[in-house]
């Protein structure tokens, strides 16, 4: 496979983790896991529930600490970085059950989301206008607790709330989970948009099929190991590969 | 019954509600209970009346580096005592002995530099601590502002929380590891709310000064009594703060009249043991109520 190397840098690799090793205290959970995310790009991160998908996440984000390896953004180690540093430095996780601040309001959240940049305020309307025209629901119920909102309109404040930072990566995990058709189809849209914003996605979803159709590549984690990895309809299209992912049903 | 017990309650009350809201300022972002902030509102007390009496400054000067003093020495209480037990476990409570251990190096040092002896402390013209009677009550004008600025304080805290560092320690204390991923550094956090604790538990020692007197039998009093406050109000509840040291406060006055003084303490307590039997989250419920 061969990637074009674009002026705006298309295709250089933006996120790479490198045989790393983590667990929780004693109990391993990946061993010798190796990702990379080319910058401008949609991955996915496909496994079945427990295979490791968000302890790997947790590692990037910094949340956990490797004892392993190592992690690579934007040409710098972030292995042993604090969650604040990595975040200050454009790689942002939205964590499964999106995780808002229930009891300060929808905007409080959005206000949240760019907690330690110094925006003006022009900046900072500009980026809150951004988020209401992809998700009106944000500015209607703008006062509203973040609790009181449906789940649907919790996943697009989560999703809002990262876009206020305007990340060079963001990591999605589960971002469907839990939502009717319709608003999965607006989540998908918004990632898309967000994609073609500029930004990097590492997208972890249970909605195998679709993940696999927005993203270019895939990589495919089975019990704390990366079993494959490659163009995303490559993936696709293995039934081999299919069973190690697809939830036993 | 005697109606004058209302004021003395209303103003014994305002202290503890202080004393519960420092207990708050903390707890907020870093879950853990200082339990020098009784020693603080003393050494607060101890500072000012040894600048402003003894010393002769004016009420202003004494009063900024007491602040200053008191919030820098919690600051030093969260780098030394806090921060390192909760950088081995998040959830350890090994910060109940470090903090007591604080408490008691700070009530030892104090006591001898000061000795026993209480100082007495004036309130800044045109306040005095000269009695009148207003609507049957013998009240001082010092008195009446201590309730009223008390008021004044916690609304004004409740807007720090209003500040995007505000809603920040908010995010902190809900979800913490929800708050790292958004970039923020709860150390940091901690920190400044070390240092505004700190600060506010020596301004609640100066408010103190001229109706209690300075010394160094302040601090216990002031810790257990402000520590039910923030119980019964509901811990990181502020407003639940101010409610629940009225409470307390008239409760403590009426059992001291109606029984006898020997009798307050213990009149309080059944109150608060009561209270907790019944809302064990205090009055005014979870401060986070959280569906999962």
Known sequence: MTMASNPGQTGELLLSVENVDVGYGHVGVLEGVSLSVRRGSIAALVGRNGAGKSTLLRAISGLLTPSRGRIVFNGRTISRDKPHVIVGAGLLHVAEGRRLFRAQSVDDNLELGVYGLKLDAADYRRRLARVHELFPVLEEKRGLPAGALSGGQQQMLAIGQAMMREPVLLMLDEPSLGLSPLLVDQVFAAIMALQQAGTTILLVEQLVERALEIASEAWVLQNGRMIASGPAAQISASDELRAAYMAAR | ?292
């Not at chain 2, 002769?56 to 820098?72: E, F, Q």
């Not at chain 2, 004036?122 to 009148?132: G, I, M, W, Y």
């Open chain 2, 1 to 292: 019954m005697d109606i004058d017990i209302l004021a003395r309650g209303l103003v014994a009350g305002s202290l503890y509600a202080l004393v519960a809201v420092s207990f708050n300022i903390l707890y907020r972002p870093t879950n853990v209970f200082n339990f020098a902030q009784g020693e603080l509102v003393m050494l607060g007390a101890m500072v000012f009346a040894s600048l402003a009496t003894v010393l002769g400054w004016p009420w202003y000067a004494a009063l900024i580096v007491t602040l200053l003093g008191v919030g820098l020495l919690t600051l030093l209480i969260d780098v030394v005592a806090v921060a390192p037990v909760l950088a081995r476990s998040q959830h350890g409570t090994g910060w109940v002995i470090t903090t007591l251990a604080a408490s008691l190096i700070i009530a030892n040092g104090v006591n001898r530099i000061w000795g026993p002896d209480p100082i007495v402390v004036r309130p800044p013209a045109p306040l005095t601590t000269d009695t009148f009677s207003l609507a049957g009550m013998t009240v001082s004008a010092y008195q009446i502002f201590l309730v009223l600025l008390t008021i004044v304080l916690v609304l004004a805290i409740e807007q720090v929380y209003r500040t995007r560092q505000g809603k920040a320690v908010l995010a902190v204390a809900e979800d913490r590891e929800a708050a790292l991923l958004r970039g923020v550094n709860p150390l940091r956090l901690s920190h400044w709310s070390f240092f505004l604790g700190g600060a506010f538990a020596g301004l609640t020692g100066v408010l103190a000064a001229p109706v209690l007197y300075a010394s160094t039998g302040l601090g216990p009093a002031l810790l257990l009594k402000g520590f039910a406050a923030a119980a019964v109000g509901s811990i990181g509840n502020n407003r639940g703060a101010l409610i629940a040291g009225y409470l307390i406060g008239v409760t403590e006055a009426l059992g001291a009249s109606l029984l006898s003084p020997g009798y307050q303490e213990a009149v309080v307590f059944l109150l608060v043991l009561c209270v907790l039997l019944i809302w064990p989250h205090g009055l005014f419920g979870r401060p986070f109520a959280r569906t999962v």
